[in-house]
């Protein structure tokens, strides 16, 4: 089916990872700890008692990795950078040594001429931040913007795009929220009040970038990674509707309306009343930075069920691994439903999209049909999509290759490369044969066209 789709001649292919989801090497070279070293060298924290000291070994092994999308025929590489390994404590002094490491993988890209889309912050904040009060501290949004620009003065010529944050739902969600992430706190009103912090960093890195490259010429686009889904109500209950239409506040319009709108969504302050983040005048013109594209993350929607217990989304397509249902359609949905919200929505890279299964080997191989047929149906998806008027420019999947999967730790498989992590061996699995040869299909529709 999608093999006969035709994406537009100039639609960006790629794939992506994460810092410390990949990296390891956790104190080489003068890298300082970050929130996710601390955290998951608890083995409570994690849940195969896994942390992220080795992981895939990329910091030693990324010109394989390099070599490796090469093979897949892929025109771009998102990644994200520590913030630690380049400035251990999150301020003062440089570190040179981490700043080399991204050099050198730079080079590696350039070699294959693969395009580099860098994330400033993929949830690994230096502990030395956090020991100041992290995202918690106004503070850390003026740090933030320090880095933002540094990182943009040295790399900005070479980057196809940076986006400051990846996920901050996240961050302040299972961050501060229900303490499944790093740093591990369960507040709703500190979860709140980080999620201001991090809006608010983002636009003063946003200013900081720009400032940067009006210096040096560079022009990467700038814009932010959200995740978002659509919010359904499982009946047509008053109750159900009722708790559809908030969680489509808190989880989208939450981050949206601010950066489009200058303001937050009404129907959540209100229902967070005394929660309601502190704001000081002027936050919201720092926030509402112009943004030259919006990473949009997807995976699936969200069903909302009043009941006790909540009613179970239908499942028609089955879940993934990690008990997510696989709901393609939601991506259609979803951005229709953005571009009807926000008219100004500027152009849309998926960010990320892909599953965890419990791939096994056999034979050397590992035959993943299940997340093919992800990858097919959701690329179908995006080009209803983009048959409705939605600008989308690229699609990255989640993920290159296995990896630490946050507090699943290794248990959970996202890759198109399978990753031995007793060896370190990294076998592409057939999604990775096929996303190479869908690749190539474009490539030769385009000559054709
Ligand atoms: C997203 C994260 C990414 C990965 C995928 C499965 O929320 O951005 O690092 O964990 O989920």
Redesign the pocket.
């Known amino acids: 089916m999608t093999d006969t789709i035709q994406f537009p001649s100039d639609f960006t292919w790629g794939v992506a990872t ?1 810092a410390f ?1 990949i990296e390891g090497a956790a104190s080489a070279d003068g890298k300082g700890p970050s929130i996710w070293d601390t955290f998951s060298r608890n083995p409570a924290n994690i849940i195969d008692g896994s942390n992220g000291d080795v992981a895939c070994d990329h910091y030693h092994r990324y010109r394989e990795d390099v070599a490796l999308m090469a093979g897949l025929g892929v025109d771009a590489y998102r990644f994200s950078m520590s913030w630690s390994r380049v400035q251990p404590t999150g301020k003062g002094a440089w570190n040179e040594a981490g700043f080399d490491f991204y050099a050198r993988l730079l080079d590696a890209l350039d070699e294959k001429g693969i395009a580099a889309h860098l994330t400033l912050y ?1 949830w690994d904040l230096p502990q030395g931040l956090q020991d100041d009060g992290g995202w918690l501290s106004r503070d850390t949004a003026q740090r933030f913007a320090d880095y933002a620009h540094e990182v943009a003065r040295r790399f900005g010529k070479r980057l196809a795009s940076i986006a400051t944050h ?2 901050p739902w ?1 961050t302040a969600n299972l961050g501060y929220g229900n303490a499944q992430f790093a740093p591990g706190v369960r507040d709703k009103k500190q979860a709140i009040q980080v999620s201001h912090h991090l809006l608010l960093s983002h636009g003063l890195a946003m200013q900081a970038m720009r400032a940067a490259n009006a210096a040096t010429g560079a022009k990467p686009a700038l814009g932010i990674v959200l ?1 978002q889904w659509t919010a359904e109500p499982a009946t047509a209950s008053e109750a159900d509707r009722r708790l559809a239409a908030l969680e489509w506040a808190n989880s989208i319009e939450w981050f949206m309306d601010p950066i489009f709108k200058r303001r937050y969504p009404a129907l959540s302050l209100e229902a967070h009343g005394a929660d309601a983040p502190d704001v000081l005048p002027g936050d919201f013109d720092i926030i509402a930075q112009p943004l030259d594209f919006l990473g949009v ?1 997807y ?1 699936r929607r969200e069903v909302m069920s009043a009941e006790v217990p909540p009613r179970k989304p239908e499942g028609g397509m089955g879940f993934t691994d990690m008990g997510w249902e696989i709901y393609p359609q939601g991506l259609t949905e979803l951005l229709v439903q953005l571009k009807q919200e926000y008219p100004d929505l500027p152009p849309v890279y998926i960010t ?1 999209n892909g599953m965890a299964d419990a791939d096994q080997v056999a034979g050397g191989q590992v035959d993943d049909a299940a997340r093919t047929e992800y990858v097919r149906t959701h690329l179908a998806a995006l080009k209803a999509a983009m048959d409705q008027g939605i600008d989308v420019r690229a699609y990255f999947l ?1 993920s290159l290759m296995d990896n630490f ?2 507090n699943s730790g290794y248990a959970k498989r ?1 890759g198109i490369v399978y990753v031995d992590y007793a060896t370190q061996q990294r076998i592409p699995k057939a999604s990775a044969l096929w996303y190479r040869d869908f690749v190539a299909g474009q490539r030769a529709q385009r000559r054709a066209a």
């Open positions: 994460s989801q993929h990846n996920e996240c995740n993350n995976y990320e989640w999967e946050w996202f």
